[in-house]
Structures are given as structure tokens and as C-alpha cells.
């Protein structure tokens, strides 16, 4: 069955950095366009990065454009989302996902940002 693992998350301070990682398994992986999600406490869940099946085109939320940056490996089937200069609004648990079929989501990976 379908399986995402989220992982990598933490506490950081503010301006910090962050490596999640989503590996995927019982589909497959290098058909889809993969994307990261996050949802802060009493919000909704929100798309924020893509990444197409090769790996060559990306899109961002406006909010994480220029510091955050999505990547994947094919071969491990596995996403990642580098995430730099973070800030207190970046405190989520985030998630990943299939791009256009929405397969079960994960347990997600808590990102505290505070000092």
C-alpha cells in the first residue's frame, strides 16, 4: 500500500535551517509530481512547494520563494524540501504529497521555529 514518511523535522531558531525528508513507497514514485503542504495550528493545510516527476520545473508559495527549495531523488523515491532562513510563521506540520491524486497522507513532520 501507499506509504509517505515524513521526517527531518525539529525546533530551530529564527534564521535557522531545516532538511525534511518524505520517502514514498507503493506507487510509482517517478511518475508523479510531488508537493510539500503545511498546516499551522487552526489553519488550513497549504500547498507549498512542487516539483515535477523528472525533477526539472518547481513552483513555491509566494511566502517560501527564495528560501525554501524542493528536490527529490527518484532512485530512493524520496522528496526533500531545504529550508532556509526560517521564521516564527514557517511553524507547521508539514507534509507531502502526489501532486495531482491525493493518496494517503502521512504523519507529517513537526518544524518549530522560535527562539
Known amino acids: 500500500q501507499v506509504q509517505l514518511v515524513e521526517s527531518g523535522g525539529g525546533l530551530v531558531q529564527p534564521g535557522g535551517s531545516l532538511r525534511l525528508s518524505c520517502a514514498a513507497s507503493?506507487?510509482?514514485?517517478?511518475?508523479?509530481?510531488m508537493n510539500w503542504y503545511r498546516q499551522a495550528p487552526g489553519k488550513e493545510r497549504e500547498l507549498v512547494a512542487t516539483?515535477?516527476?523528472?525533477?526539472?520545473?518547481?513552483n513555491y508559495a509566494d511566502s517560501v520563494k527564495g528560501r525554501f527549495t524542493i528536490s527529490r531523488d527518484n532512485a530512493k523515491m524520496t522528496v526533500y524540501l531545504q529550508m532556509n532562513s526560517l521564521k516564527p510563521e514557517d511553524t507547521a506540520v508539514y507534509y507531502c504529497?502526489?501532486?495531482?491524486?491525493?493518496?494517503?497522507w502521512g504523519q507529517g513532520t513537526q518544524v518549530t521555529v522560535s527562539s
Open positions: 504529497n502526489a501532486d495531482q491524486i491525493r493518496f494517503p
Open positions: 516539483i515535477t516527476n523528472t525533477g526539472g520545473s518547481t
Open positions: 507503493g506507487f510509482i514514485f517517478r511518475r508523479y509530481a
